[in-house]
C-alpha cells in the first residue's frame, strides 16, 4: 500500500487504538500513538496528532485528556458502559438457549465493545463450562429466521423433534414438516418459544425454537392474525405454565401470607390479593392447568391449596398420588 493511502488510514488506526487500549484508569500518551502508528507504516509528528485529536472530538469520540499523574487522552462515554456490558455478559451466559460454543463467541464479541483492561474485568464472568446449554447449535439463527418470516409476513415450516435417551433426535410427526404462520418470540422459563398461527388446528400454538430445525421461510402470506390480535401478551406468559398447551381456566388458590412475594412473580403486581384469615391470602386467576402448573402449587407445599375448580383440585390430588405410589415401600 502507498504511502499517500496509509496516510488516509491514519485516523481509523488511531480511533481504534484509543478504543482498545484506554480508558480512565488507562490514558495513551502520544509517544504510545506514535508507536501505535509506526507499527502500521504511518509517520505521525506530535503536532499532528493534537489535530487527529481534535478531529476524533468533532466526529464525536469522546476522547478526554487526563489530569492526574499519567498524561495521556483516554475514551470517555462509549457506546456500552462497563455495567451494561456486563449485564448484556451475564445474559448470554445464563442463557440456556444458546449453546456453549456460541455463548464464547458472543461474549468475545462483547468483549470487544470495550477496552482490553475491561475486557478482562468482563472475562472474569464467564463460567460456561458446567451451565446446561442447548444441544440445538442452530437455535441462534433460528431466531433471525423466524423473526425475518414475521417482518416479511410469511409462513414458515420446519421440522420439530425431541430428544432420546440415546441423546439422539426424534421427529415428531415422522419427520413431516410443520406449516405455521409465525406471530411472535416469547422468552419464557429460560426457553425461546415461537408464537404461530396453525391453520389446521384453528387457533395459536407455541414451539421451543431450540427444537426446530430445517426452518425456511415460505411465500405464503401468513393467516391467523385475527386470533393472535385476540391474544393478550402481557398476561400470556403468566397463565401458561412450562408452555403447556390447553385452555387457560379460572384458578382460585389459597396461600399462607409470605407467600405473596412468589405470587406476584408468578402473576404480576396486578394480581388482587384476597385476604382468608390472619395467615392466608388468596388469589383468582386464569391459567391453563397443566402438570407444570400443578409442580409449582406443590413446590409450596401444605402452605398453597388450589380451591376451585374442583376439577383442579382432582387433577392435583391425582398428581400427589401418582408421585407418592413412587416412594410408598413394598
Known amino acids: 500500500m502507498a504511502r499517500s493511502q496509509k496516510q488516509k488510514l491514519k485516523l ?7 478504543l482498545q487500549q484506554s480508558d480512565e484508569a488507562h490514558p495513551v500518551g502520544i509517544a504510545q500513538m506514535v508507536e501505535e502508528l509506526a507499527s502500521h507504516d504511518i509517520p505521525a509528528e506530535r503536532k499532528s ?17 487526563s489530569r492526574g499523574k499519567t498524561v495521556g487522552y483516554y475514551v470517555g462515554t462509549r457506546e456500552f458502559e462497563l455495567p451494561e456490558l456486563k449485564l448484556l455478559v ?10 456453549q460454543r456460541k ?27 458446567n451451565r446446561v446449554k442447548s ?11 423466524i423473526s425475518s418470516a414475521i417482518t416479511a409476513d410469511r409462513m414458515i415450516r420446519f421440522r420439530y423433534f425431541e430428544y432420546t435417551v440415546a441423546k439422539e433426535r426424534r421427529f415428531r410427526h415422522d419427520g413431516a414438516y410443520y406449516e405455521v404462520s409465525p406471530y411472535a418470540l416469547m422468552w419464557d422459563d429460560e426457553n425461546y418459544y415461537m408464537l404461530a398461527y396453525d391453520a389446521a388446528a384453528g387457533h395459536i400454538k407455541h414451539y421451543r425454537v431450540d427444537k426446530m430445525a430445517s426452518i425456511t421461510r415460505t411465500e405464503r402470506y401468513r393467516d391467523g392474525k385475527a386470533a393472535f390480535r385476540a391474544i393478550d401478551m402481557s398476561s400470556y406468559s403468566k397463565r401458561v405454565f412450562g408452555m403447556f398447551s390447553g385452555e387457560p381456566t379460572t384458578v382460585r388458590l389459597r396461600f399462607a401470607n409470605h407467600l405473596a412475594g412468589a405470587v406476584i412473580d408468578r402473576f404480576g403486581g396486578d394480581v388482587m390479593l384476597i385476604r382468608e384469615d390472619d395467615e392466608h391470602f388468596s388469589v383468582n386467576v386464569e391459567a391453563v392447568v397443566s402438570p407444570q402448573f400443578y409442580a409449582w402449587v406443590f413446590g409450596f407445599g401444605s402452605e398453597a391449596e388450589i380451591l376451585s375448580p374442583e376439577s383442579a383440585r382432582a387433577g392435583m390430588a391425582d398428581m400427589a398420588r401418582d408421585v407418592l405410589s413412587l416412594y410408598r415401600a413394598d
Open 12 to 18: 481509523l488506526y488511531l480511533m481504534r487504538f484509543l
Open 103 to 129: 455463548t464464547i463467541s458472543l461474549i468475545r464479541k462483547i468483549e470487544s465493545l470495550a477496552s482490553v483492561h475491561d475486557a478482562v474485568l468482563l472475562q472474569r464472568q464467564v463460567y460456561v463450562r
Open 49 to 65: 496528532l493534537y489535530d487527529d485529536i481534535e478531529a476524533l472530538r468533532a466526529f464525536g469520540l469522546d476522547v478526554v485528556q
Open 90 to 99: 451475564d445474559s448470554v451466559q445464563s442463557s440456556k438457549f444458546i449453546t
Open 135 to 145: 444441544m440445538n447449535e442452530s437455535v441462534y439463527y433460528n431466531v433471525d429466521e
